[in-house]
């Protein structure tokens, strides 16, 4: 007979597995016993000498009653006892085992009937986990409504240029999870990171979504070297010390534009067209030539060999694309100007592995895409030329997509650069952080490139379907979890991590205080580079 009470006297809850199969286990637990969903589980099976790990996926009502209908039937409470005939299923789902020598392997085996499980292990039977983690640390392993402490989550950086993709509903902590994912890239210096803030929130902190005040990652001074802030905020410049954020004419292609405006397929093609021509000649051209009677024949301004790329093209689109160009120098003057690009230093910075961010508070929508787009093709641009001029590899870039949808859907030429970064980047050491709130709105060509998912709290059953068939491990078991995620708790799934880690990601402000404090600086050091 299966005994439901723990099978020692001892604090931890011991109970025995009962069955299922190698991807399913199942035990029974006292009908009051405080289990949880996202419980970790330690099995040992001491006849074959193997230790097994699972985590709880659900629980439900058992007994052990042959009338179906014993819990429905009237006055039901006076014929049948809540003892040990009335229990709680448990489903778990395995995560891999420790062999006879200490090495982790993926579930290939199924313990022993009766082997004892352990509800509530510690950081000692989790030591092997340690081993397997990386450089950029995000969180403390999650086991249930709580965490195993001394057992840190850490994604590998050499991974990185595989893609990352970060899922959240708003309010569960995306802009969190990115802030101390980009303080720990500052810490550990192993690759370079670009993102482009558009709320302005990230460099100097600001409100959360509920209206508490967060600090940035300049707060985060014993890391200051780690990090580049380029803005166009006049205020912040001055206060923080920071570099201003300029691009220059010759730092854009015609196909920029696409981004800024849609176009009509015959103003497409001229773009197309005027393919790899340097933008201050477009813009020039664009600004001199009057396209009412455009004729190559008697075209008598300077840029003769634009004007020969368009000699077939109508008027109409023409002269649409004129305004356009206007339209982009005139809007943009605050960062768009004719000579003196921050681009060589921004690349400077991600080159020495600094986390460089983009701060543009209060810009458009499509202005904030413009300037990632820009970057991001230069970066690619780079690192294309690289494998033909130089022997060692290229330096590892990450680029962070916050609202991926906007650039990552289906179809939508206007944002070729970003699908090209996603197809081919890995091959230069380009990765993709895509962040979104609708992974079922993301090409699934691009979610099928992403090597780590964070998946942060998803209520759409779509969203969550189309994470779990793109993922490279299972995470179909895990519906339940995922479903039920708070606030700052993700599961990530990613390369050299053996198995899906539920996570309780750091909360950034003690997260950096930690940080700092654990560097010893001079405490007054941040205030000295004036940082505060
Ligand atoms: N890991 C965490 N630990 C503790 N608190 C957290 C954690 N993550 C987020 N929070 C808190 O939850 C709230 C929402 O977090 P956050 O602003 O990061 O959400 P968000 O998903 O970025 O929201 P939005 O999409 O609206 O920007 C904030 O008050 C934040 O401090």
């Known amino acids: 007979m299966t005994h439901l009470h723990p099978i020692d006297n001892d604090d931890s809850a011991k109970y025995r597995l009962i069955g299922n199969s190698v991807l399913s286990y199942r035990f029974i637990v006292p009908h009051d016993a405080r289990i949880y969903v996202g ?9 074959k000498g193997l230790t097994f790990y699972a985590k709880v996926s659900d629980i439900c009502h058992a007994c052990n009653f042959a009338d179906p209908r014993w819990d429905t039937r009237p006055y039901t409470g006076r014929f049948y006892e809540m003892g040990e005939d009335v229990f709680l299923g448990v489903e778990a789902v395995p995560l891999g085992y420790l062999d006879e020598g200490g090495r982790f392997r993926k579930p290939n085996t199924v313990p022993s ?46 991974v990185m240029a595989q893609h990352m993709g970060v899922f959240a509903t708003t309010g569960m902590g995306k802009s969190n999870f990115m802030k101390v994912f980009s303080a720990s890239c500052m810490k550990a210096r192993e690759f370079g990171m670009l993102i482009v803030d558009p709320h302005g929130e990230y460099a100097t902190g600001g409100r959360s979504s509920t209206g508490d005040p967060t600090r940035g990652l300049l707060h985060y001074t014993a890391g200051g070297d780690g990090l580049a802030v380029f803005t166009i905020d006049q205020k912040k410049l001055k206060k923080y010390h920071l570099n201003r954020l300029w691009l220059e004419y010759d730092d854009i292609r015609a196909s920029d534009l ?34 009412v009677d455009f004729d190559v024949e008697n075209y008598t301004g300077g840029f003769k060999w634009i004007a020969q790329k368009l000699r077939t093209s109508h008027p109409g689109p023409l002269n649409v694309l004129k305004r356009h160009f206007e339209i982009l120098t005139r809007n943009n003057d605050s960062f768009f100007r004719k000579e003196g690009s921050a681009i060589p230093e921004i690349i400077k910075a991600l080159d020495e592995n600094k986390v460089v961010l983009i701060d543009i508070p209060a810009m458009s929508e499509r202005s904030e895409l413009f300037v990632l787009s820009v970057i991001t093709r ?9 494998g033909v001029d ?15 949808q906007r650039v990552l859907g289906t179809g939508g030429r206007r944002t070729q650069v970003f699908r090209e970064a996603a197809m081919e980047g890995r091959k230069f050491g380009v990765g993709l952080c895509v962040i979104t709130q609708q992974p079922k709105n993301i090409d699934p060509r691009v979610l099928a490139q992403l090597n780590t998912f964070v998946v942060m709290g998803l209520g759409d059953r779509g969203d969550r379907d189309i994470i779990a068939s793109s993922a490279k491990q299972d995470l179909s078991q895990m519906d339940t979890e995922i479903q039920t995620l708070d606030t700052g708790e993700a599961v990530i799934s990613t390369l050299k991590i053996p198995f899906p880690v539920s996570t309780k990601i750091h909360a950034f402000d003690p997260y950096i205080q930690k940080l700092n404090q654990d560097t010893r600086r001079p405490i007054d050091d941040g205030l000295k580079r004036g940082f505060f």
Do not use: C, Y
């Open 258 to 291: 696409n981004i800024l405006f849609d176009h009509s397929d015959p103003q497409h093609d001229v773009l197309e067209l005027l393919g790899d021509l340097k933008g201050s000649d477009l813009i020039a051209f664009f600004e001199e030539t009057d396209f």
């Open 390 to 404: 130089k022997e060692e590899e290229p330096p590892q870039v990450l680029i962070a997509i916050e609202e991926a």
């Open 39 to 47: 419980d970790l589980l330690k099995i040992t099976d001491r006849t």
């Open 113 to 158: 009937k009766f082997s004892e499980v352990v509800a509530d292990p510690d950081a000692v039977d989790f030591a092997f986990l340690r081993e397997e983690m990386g450089e950029i640390e995000v969180g403390l392993l999650k086991n249930g409504r709580g965490v195993v402490e001394g057992v840190p989550v850490a994604l590998h950086a050499r």
């Open 378 to 386: 230069k970066i690619m641009a780079r690192h294309r030329e690289w």
